[in-house]
C-alpha cells in the first residue's frame, strides 16, 4: 500500500494563509521534470522574477496532463489559489528540477503542489487549487475517475473544500491604474494567471523587509478581468504584510499578499 502524505497539522494561531505546505510524498504518482532558468524570467539582478515562477507552475501542468495521457480529456483549469513560498531564491544560471503532485482532490478541483529545486541551491515550494472547468458552461466539471485515482495516490484528503484566505475588504481611495495588454488575456478571454503576477513583481520588488528572507506570496482569484477593462491597483502595508487589491470599477476580482515566512 502507498505510503501517502495528509495534509499538514494546522499549527496553533497560524491563520490558514500562513499554514505550512504538505511535503513530498515518499511513494504515489508524482511528475519530475527538469528544465533551464531562461533569461526571459531574470530580474535585473540575475534572479527568477515571480511571474516567471508562476509561467513554470503552468508549464509544469500541462505537461504533467500530458505525462498522464490526460490533456485532451482534462484541458480546462483555472487556478483559484495560488501560493508561492521563496525559501532560498532562484538566480540565474541554473537548471531546475520541478516536482508536481497532489496534495488534496475532490471530484471537480484539487491542490497540486510544485516543488521547483535549483542545481545551484534555490528552493521554492507552491501550492495551487486548481477547478476543472467545463468551457461551454464555464462552471466547474467532474474530472474523470482514473484521473482522480491517479491524484489520490499522493493525498488522504478526497473531500477538499475550497475556503477563501484574503478577506480584507477594499481599502477606501483611489487605486493606481495598471494597463492592460493583448498579451495578458488567455484563451477564456481573462486575464492569464501569470500577467497578475506582473503586478505583484511590479508593487512588491522593493518590499524588502519581507523578501530579505523565507517569505511566502499568496494570490487569490475572485472574477475574471477581461481586456479593456479598467484595473486598478490598490495597497496597504503594514508590519506584517502588503496586500494589493485587483479591482475593476471597484469591485475586487483578485487579492495577493507578500508576508516574511514564519
Request: proline share 6%; with cysteine; hydrophobic share 40%.
Amino acid at each position: 500500500m502507498n505510503q501517502l502524505v495528509a495534509p499538514p497539522l494546522l499549527s496553533a494561531g497560524l491563520e490558514p494563509a500562513r499554514q505550512p505546505l504538505a511535503p513530498v510524498p515518499s511513494t504515489g504518482h508524482i511528475f519530475d521534470v527538469t528544465r533551464r532558468l531562461g533569461t526571459v524570467d531574470m530580474d535585473e539582478n540575475q534572479g527568477l522574477r515571480i511571474d516567471g515562477i508562476a509561467r513554470h507552475i503552468q508549464d509544469a501542468g500541462v505537461d504533467h496532463l500530458v505525462h498522464c495521457d490526460a490533456l485532451e480529456s482534462h484541458p480546462h483549469w483555472i487556478v483559484r489559489r495560488t501560493v508561492i513560498d521563496v525559501i532560498r531564491p532562484i538566480t540565474w544560471p541554473a537548471q531546475l528540477r520541478l516536482r508536481r503532485w497532489c496534495s488534496g482532490i475532490s471530484p471537480r478541483w484539487c491542490t497540486m503542489r510544485v516543488r521547483i529545486d535549483a542545481d545551484n541551491g534555490g528552493l521554492v515550494e507552491t501550492e495551487g487549487f486548481w477547478i476543472h472547468m467545463n468551457k461551454e458552461t464555464m462552471s466547474p466539471s467532474r474530472v474523470a475517475d482514473e484521473f482522480f485515482d491517479l491524484m489520490c495516490t499522493t493525498t488522504d484528503e478526497q473531500r477538499l473544500r475550497w475556503k477563501q484566505w484574503l478577506t480584507e475588504p477594499l481599502p477606501a481611495g483611489h487605486g493606481i491604474g495598471f494597463p492592460l495588454r493583448r498579451t495578458d488575456i488567455d484563451h477564456f478571454g481573462h486575464v492569464t494567471n501569470t500577467a497578475y503576477w506582473h503586478a505583484v513583481h511590479e508593487f512588491t520588488a522593493d518590499a524588502t523587509q519581507f523578501t530579505d528572507g523565507p517569505h511566502r506570496f499568496v494570490l487569490e482569484y475572485n472574477k475574471p478581468i477581461r481586456y479593456g477593462q479598467q484595473l486598478d491597483i490598490h495597497t496597504r502595508r503594514t508590519p506584517d504584510a502588503l496586500t494589493l487589491w485587483f479591482s475593476v470599477e471597484g469591485d475586487v476580482r483578485a487579492v495577493a499578499q507578500l508576508r516574511a515566512a514564519g
